[in-house]
């Protein structure tokens, strides 16, 4: 019933920026509390940021909190997630998710977008 659609991804230089995006529609979309989720190849799906309905609380997973930054723009049914000092680790497909209520658990979520590829180069 919520469609997400992410954009964004490519290559990046180690130490670099990249902004991801993620497009909400079939809902009001203020009424989401949305979350970011990365995977690479052999890995668990692991946390990287939630944000609430208004912008507020947010949360961070331990491997980006002080380089990445979760935001909203409710009138455009949009989640961003900005990346910064970006590291060859941080090369995976990253998801966004939609949820009512914010968590930091990738169960709790109803909603998932088909990703978007970040690569960063060493």
């Known amino acids: 019933q919520v469609q997400l659609v992410e954009s964004g991804g490519g290559l990046v230089q180690a130490g670099g920026s990249l902004r991801l995006s993620c497009r909400a529609s079939?809902?009001?979309?203020?009424?989401?509390?949305m979350g970011w989720f990365r995977q690479a190849p052999g890995k668990e799906r692991e946390f990287v940021a939630a944000i609430g309905r208004y912008g507020s609380p947010t949360y961070y997973g331990a491997s980006v909190e002080g380089r990445f930054i979760i935001s909203r723009d409710n009138a455009k049914n949009t989640v961003y997630l900005q990346m910064n000092s970006l590291k060859p680790e941080d090369t995976a497909a990253y998801y966004c998710a939609a949820r009512q209520w914010t968590s930091t658990s990738a169960n709790d979520y109803d909603y998932w977008g088909q990703g978007t590829q970040v690569t960063v180069s060493s």
């Open positions: 079939g809902r009001t979309f203020s009424s989401n509390a």
